[in-house]
């Protein structure tokens, strides 16, 4: 079975900086394309990165220029570098594949304060 678990979160001022980490077991991780995504209160969850096997990353226009993605297959881990952090990317953080294949972990709060 599949196990999502996510770490890294905190709480930071606004202009600060977090890495977030994901670490996937159970699966075949390196063929898998990757995604973080984000869930605000009272919002629905939303796309913030993904990237391919291969290691090419995309950026929802919310992270663009501030947050990086990488990963490291050998590790079966996925990464969230977030830089410049605003108060408006106040949310849960959660790792799953692109088509969110597997079961939600419990994510990683991420609290930016003005």
């Known amino acids: 079975q599949v196990q999502l678990v996510e770490s890294g979160g905190g709480l930071v001022q606004s202009g600060g900086s977090l890495r977030l980490s994901c670490v996937v077991s159970g699966s075949a991780f390196s063929i898998k394309s990757m995604a973080w995504y984000r869930q605000a209160p009272g919002k629905e969850r939303e796309l913030v990165a993904t990237?391919?096997?291969?290691?090419?990353?995309n950026y929802e226009d919310s992270g663009k220029g501030r947050f990086t993605i990488s990963r490291d297959n050998a590790k079966k881990a996925l990464y969230l570098q977030m830089n410049s952090l605003k108060p408006e990317d106040t949310a849960v953080y959660y790792c799953?594949?692109?088509?969110?294949?597997?079961?939600w972990g419990q994510g990683t709060q991420v609290t930016v304060s003005s």
């Open positions: 990237i391919t096997s291969g290691g090419s990353p």
């Open positions: 799953n594949t692109v088509s969110r294949s597997y079961y």
